[in-house]
């Protein structure tokens, strides 16, 4: 069974186990566990009770920012990240106090076209170029594509 629901303090051993695997530069897990509390809305995804996918969003005002979102390997290409993000969506829809949601943001790396191709079937949208934003695991740097997702007018 497929469900979608908080991710909570109890989750996030297994959620940074994910977090390992699916990242070349994963956070550190001082980062991971930071991200967590009454600003974030962050959500799992479980198929019969293992965590396959997570998603870390901060809502800051009247704005969210996707900061992470991973999917195990193994069940990729499956729509669960389209499944989680519209979740994720309609979740900050639903927000209206003290101010609604108006937009939700992200980076991603230039390099992730099945990510950049996923945020543009949801309806985000380009914005800019973040100029070597990205580590890359050779020493490099790499550019981030700054996206945005309208919530509301």
Not at 5 to 12: E, Q
Not at 41 to 48: D, R, W
Not at 59 to 79: K, S, T, W
């Amino acid at each position: 069974m497929k469900t979608i629901s908080t991710l909570t303090a109890l989750d996030l051993d297994e959620a940074y186990q994910l977090e390992l695997l699916c990242h070349a530069i994963p956070w550190s897990k001082q980062t991971f566990y930071s991200n967590q509390g009454d600003r974030y809305l962050n959500l799992k995804i479980t198929i019969n009770h293992q965590i396959v996918g997570f998603c870390i969003c901060q809502q800051v005002a009247d704005e969210a920012n996707l900061f992470n979102i991973a999917i195990h390997p193994e069940f990729r290409q499956q729509g669960l990240a389209h499944q989680l993000l519209n979740n994720l969506i309609d979740r900050l829809l639903a927000i209206n106090t003290p101010t609604p949601i108006s937009t939700l943001w992200l980076e991603v790396r230039q390099s992730n076209l099945p990510a950049i191709r996923l945020y543009h079937c949801l309806g985000f949208n380009e914005i800019t170029i973040r100029k070597n934003y990205y580590p890359t695991v050779n020493g490099q740097q790499e550019d981030a594509i700054i996206m945005a997702y309208t919530l509301a007018l």
